[in-house]
């Protein structure tokens, strides 16, 4: 047998010696794939100069004020110059001459400064207006903060290669909170953080080296963002000891000049167990003066403290349930010590009980945060504000809005969202959140009918018609940035960046976003615009086709990582995730008439839409209702046919991002390329794993096959349990639906070995290896074809977990292998520790890629 003219043997040997450099290595690394990139977004690549400024370059930049903040926006001015204009201009402090020149400063600065100014109608705090005025380039501001925010928007425009000859932009927040919250502890992890440890803190303490959090504050402030809480919600008590308030209070002299003022996350408990009090009653006197002091004592050091954020009574925090108060109460009693200094109390509407009786069908995690609240309304002090997540249940891939939004038309309140990806594949799956904050910021909550549109992004700006809300309102993104890029996947980034930018104008649109993000990080270039943008914009859709579809949940492990398949997790505990599956069907049945009534806290228009099967949107029809999995969708597919198709969909438009993403190699800087490459060739791995996970699952629980044939047929597996083991064992995989067949292998002595002979027709073909990497452990990997060394690996990713599972799974990939009939295929193992060398399955199919395709993904 000849392919190509040559022996068969020694295709095999050069296909060894040509495919081993692009052999892929799927572990997710350690190290900042940005290196130095800490910039981000704010990479200042350089631009056609003569395209943005047709009049010449301005070389002077004229800061008529003094202030901190107008210091950073000379420096960043300057900056942007050199790296985008290539260019070092003079900053001055008097105006001198006609020449070209930015003048910065605020309205009342420009008004001394020119009468042509003077016609500018008044602007608000954080807003700016960037205007010509003759030879200069204006950047007003209604404060210092909004001359910082007006310079990062001039940059924004040079960035973009858009002419400034005829700029006349202005623009103020949509609402006063823009803040973010990390999930940070003083030992320097982060709760659902995943991208390295903490910026803020190390070893019980805050870091000595406070440059990743300038730098940050540097980054949040480019994008509007004025408010940064240091700690997890979850918060340690200890922070609020006087020492550590001192040591804290750094971190604020570090966000001050770029205007983002520093908040804490506190625990109701901390008069009892921090103050010595016998007591947290948020209505005893005693609590309410500890309050006092220890507020006082926060803003002797950190005098522009911007408040603090509370989580109570929830998953184990302890709150004012313990003597029978109220969460207003518990917010009241803070808010009242931060009054004076013109701080506020964020409380967290994430309340519900986490030990739900799951054999009652009436009970409803969902409808906790409404129940809770809304007889409350109008029963807070005016510098609370609700923190309401986006959906009623947590961060899943799809969730209705939370009908808490609507339900406080006396209450200020934020809608808190999150950047970090913790049901949404943790950075290492590509999802661009933009596109779903979206839909739940433009989500019409109007009361009735006949009445406005009172759409969500217009409940959270603190100036709602047709409501009673106090003047305060905003946005919260949960970020957990850490040392490792931020947020560990370069592309990741343009959520962080998308939150600041929705927060700042969530009219802007989820394809605009992304387009800036792109430019600013990439540059101009019109085939990496095209090409991020693509990924970014599918890839939300892609996730949830193979993850939870229909609105059922994320389906990953909800009582572990959060990361990989874990279906039945959500099943039969406290925590109230059901997806209540059975032979029949499966779905929460919130309707009023049959369900557990979530569905009439929603204003009555959108009720009514949830409540009709008739008008159910698919995409949230489980999250509604319970239904036959032989129910018609309006597609036309029955439930559990869509189930199967979307999951091969969803797996095949992951694996297309492969491609998609080679193709911009040499067009991007080289560590930026090969991490995000890294990913996507995990993630398309990882998303087999989920479609068969969620396919087999559901076709066992309903017995109906996959019209198509496909699930629990895997024509190119060879299953590790069916091939020639040497000293592996095999064992039970638990969730059962996570590996191929239910089992794995495992490797209890020093090496193992488990082998095949291959009886295909000789050829050319895709090999994978499907194996288990843990957490713990760095077990070596052999693959071996006719007695040559394909591929030989370690399994060092840091996966979340140490046993065998969805969560573990990952594969190692060899293309365009040849192999001929007869051939033995061997993987040897070599176990470290815990770690067993777990292998699940070989895949070997006919060699799928001729070239490259570009932009395949649907
Ligand atoms: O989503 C859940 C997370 C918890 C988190 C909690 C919350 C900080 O799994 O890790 O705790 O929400 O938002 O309070």
């Not at 931020?486 to 939150?499: D, M, Q, T, V």
């Not at 291959?758 to 288990?772: I, N, R, T």
């Not at 071996?784 to 573990?808: E, K, Q, R």
Request: glycine share 10%.
């Amino acid at each position: 047998m000849r392919l190509r003219g040559l022996p068969l043997a020694y295709l095999t040997l050069l296909s060894v010696f040509v495919l081993l450099p692009t052999i892929s290595a799927q572990g997710v690394g350690e190290s900042s794939p940005l290196g130095s990139g800490d910039a981000a977004w704010l990479s200042y690549q350089p631009v056609r100069s003569e395209t943005v400024f047709p009049g010449g370059v301005p070389d002077t930049v004229v800061q008529l004020g003094v202030s901190l903040l107008e210091d950073s926006s000379a420096k960043e001015l300057a900056a942007g110059w050199r790296g985008m204009l290539q260019h070092e201009p003079r900053v001055i402090h008097a105006d001198v001459g006609d020449g070209r020149k930015v003048v910065l400063g605020t309205q009342r600065e420009i008004e001394l400064w020119s009468t042509h100014a003077s016609a500018t109608k008044s602007l608000a705090h954080d807003a700016f207006r960037i205007y010509r005025d003759k030879n200069a380039l204006v950047i007003e501001g209604g404060d210092d903060r909004g001359v910082l925010y007006g310079t990062f928007a001039l940059l924004r425009e040079i960035a973009e290669q858009h002419s400034t000859a005829n700029l006349d932009q202005s623009s103020t927040p949509w609402a006063a909170i823009r803040w973010t919250n990390e999930w940070d502890n003083p030992n320097g992890t982060i709760e659902r953080g995943y991208a390295g440890p903490s910026i803020f803190f190390e070893g019980g303490k805050v870091r000595a080296d406070l440059s990743r959090a300038a730098a940050y504050a540097r980054l949040l402030s480019s994008v509007g963002i004025d408010g940064c809480t240091i700690n997890n919600v979850n918060a340690d008590l200890s922070l609020l000891r006087p020492e550590n308030l001192r040591e804290i209070a750094r971190i604020a002299d570090v966000f001050r000049p770029y205007g983002v003022r520093l908040s804490l996350s506190v625990d109701m408990s901390s008069p009892e167990v921090l103050g010595g009090l016998k007591t947290f009653d948020p209505l005893d006197p005693v609590v309410a003066t500890w309050w006092k002091a220890k507020v006082d004592e926060i803003y002797a050091v950190i005098p522009d403290f911007g408040g603090v954020v509370i989580k109570a009574d929830s998953e184990g925090r302890v709150g004012p349930s313990k003597y029978g108060r109220t969460q207003s109460d518990a917010a009241n009693v803070v808010a009242r010590a931060l009054k004076s200094h013109g701080g506020v109390v964020m409380y967290r509407g994430f309340v519900y009980n986490n030990h739900l009786d799951w054999h009652d069908l009436k009970a409803d995690r969902a409808r906790a945060g409404y129940d809770t609240f809304h007889p409350l309304d109008g029963k807070f002090d005016d510098n609370v504000i609700v923190q309401i997540k986006n959906g009623p249940i947590d961060f899943q891939v799809r969730e209705p809005v939370s009908p808490l939004l609507a339900g406080l038309p006396k209450t200020n309140e934020a809608i808190e969202l999150q950047v970090t990806q913790e049901y949404t594949g943790q950075q290492r799956h590509l999802v661009y959140l933009v596109p779903m904050w979206k839909e739940t910021l433009d989500t019409d909550m109007r009361g009735s009918a006949a009445a406005a549109p009172l759409p969500v992004k217009l409940l959270v700006s603190g100036r709602a018609t047709g409501t009673e809300q106090h003047s305060e309102g905003g946005f919260v993104g949960v970020s957990n940035v850490g040392t490792d890029g931020w947020l560990g996947n370069p592309l990741a980034l343009a959520n962080l960046y998308g939150f600041g930018r929705l927060a700042w104008n969530p009219n802007l649109e989820a394809a605009t976003i992304s387009d800036e993000w792109t430019r600013l990080t990439f540059g101009n270039d019109e085939q990496v615009r095209s090409t991020i943008n693509k990924l970014q914009l599918d890839s939300w859709q892609i996730y949830e086709s193979y993850t939870g579809p229909l609105g059922i949940g994320t389906l990953t492990d909800i009582v572990g990582a959060h990361f990989g398949p874990g279906i039945e997790s959500a099943e039969r505990n406290g925590w109230g995730q059901w997806i209540r599956a059975d032979g029949h069907g499966v779905g929460m049945d919130r309707t009023v008439v049959t369900g557990t009534g979530y569905i009439g806290q929603y204003p009555a228009p959108l009720a009514a839409t949830y409540e009709s099967l008739a008008t159910c949107p698919d995409d949230l029809l489980l999250f509604m209702h319970h239904v036959p999995y032989t129910y018609r969708l309006h597609s036309g597919l029955t439930v559990m046919q869509f189930i199967d198709n979307t999951h091969y969909w969803g797996a095949h438009a992951a694996a297309q991002q492969v491609p998609a993403w080679e193709a911009l190699r040499g067009k991007l800087p080289d560590a930026t390329y090969a991490e995000v490459l890294k990913r996507l060739k995990y993630q398309a791995g990882s998303a087999i794993v989920w479609r068969d996970a969620v396919t087999r699952w559901f076709t066992k629980q309903s017995g109906v096959p996959d019209a198509l044939g496909r699930v629990n047929h895997y024509p190119n597996r060879i299953e590790a349990e069916s091939m020639k083991l040497s000293d592996y064992t095999i064992v039970d995989v638990n969730p059962w639906e996570t590996t191929s067949g239910g089992k794995a292998v495992i490797c209890d002595r020093p090496e193992c070995k488990a082998e095949t002979t291959w009886d295909g027709p000789d050829g050319w073909y895709d090999v994978a290896v499907q194996y288990f990497d843990l957490l713990h452990g760095h077990s070596q990997f052999t693959l071996t074809i006719a007695g040559h060394n394909v591929g030989h690996w370690t399994a060092d990713d840091t996966l979340p977990g140490d046993t065998p599972n969805g969560s573990t799974s990952t594969r190692r990939s060899l293309d365009r292998v040849a192999i001929h009939h007869g051939d033995l295929i061997q993987v040897t193992g070599w176990p470290d520790g815990t770690e067993k060398a777990p292998l699940d399955y070989l895949s070997i199919a006919p060699a799928a890629r001729t070239g490259i395709v570009v932009n395949g993904i649907r």
